[in-house]
């Protein structure tokens, strides 16, 4: 199995763009969820998903939006990238939230200039 | 007061030491607690969940103390591989349906030194 798969790996973006940061899972986890990742801070919740048509928001979810079509599936948009939003950004899955650990992907470092 | 809380290290110890660092965490109807591993520019990845028991995974061994609101993690005979940054995180939620519920401490720094 490959976990959780996000692309891109790296990604430079001028102020004003927008681009998506896609995120898959082949490991049937209903509950989903992006964080950030800032240098001298904690992982940060953006946006979750508890299944397929379901997302709510995080603690810092201004500037994304997310969407949940499928199961496998739940990429990230940056609507209008500032660069407040240069961070890693790590999106993970779990089977059932708080009952066991979550598995994350390996990351997009993103660079607003 | 921050909800989890690390002292963020670094720690640096001798290779086959034994080394401990806590966690504290504010909410006292938090849930459940894992420590997680983050190597440098990697993604976290779960070391260990935490029971009120205490729990014990080869050389790593991890304490829950509800009255305290504290956690720990001690590491023996420590490798080289082990140099790392860990993670507490804390849980006050069972089940979806509301928010995530997990807390993430900045985490220590530890580098195990030859």
């Known amino acids: 199995n490959a976990g959780v798969t996000q692309t891109p790996k790296f990604q430079v973006l001028k102020t004003g763009q927008s681009m998506t940061l896609q995120c898959a899972q082949d490991m049937n986890h209903e509950y989903m969820s992006w964080y950030r990742q800032d240098p001298g801070m904690g992982l940060r919740l953006i946006h979750y998903s508890v299944g397929a048509g379901i997302t709510d928001q995080g603690e810092v979810p201004n500037g994304y939006n997310v969407s949940r079509s499928t199961t496998e599936d739940f990429p990230l948009r940056l609507l209008s990238a500032a660069p407040s939003q240069t961070s890693v950004y790590f999106c993970a899955s779990v089977r059932v939230p708080g009952s066991y650990g979550y598995t994350f992907g390996s990351g997009t470092r993103l660079t607003v200039v | 007061r921050k909800e989890v809380e690390q002292d963020p290290g670094p720690f640096n110890v001798p290779e086959g030491a034994t080394v401990a660092f806590n966690c504290t965490y504010s909410?006292?109807?938090?849930?459940?607690f894992f420590w997680y591993r983050q190597d440098c520019r990697k993604e976290p990845k779960l070391l260990m969940s935490v029971y009120s028991s205490g729990n014990e995974d080869g050389r790593f061994t991890a304490q829950l103390n509800r009255a305290s609101q504290y956690i720990s993690l001690l590491i023996r005979d420590s490798k080289l591989s082990d140099s790392a940054t860990y993670l507490c995180v804390v849980n006050n939620k069972y089940s979806g349906g509301g928010a995530d519920g997990l807390t993430f401490g900045k985490g220590t720094h530890l580098i195990i030194q030859p």
């Open positions: 909410n006292s109807a938090s849930q459940s």
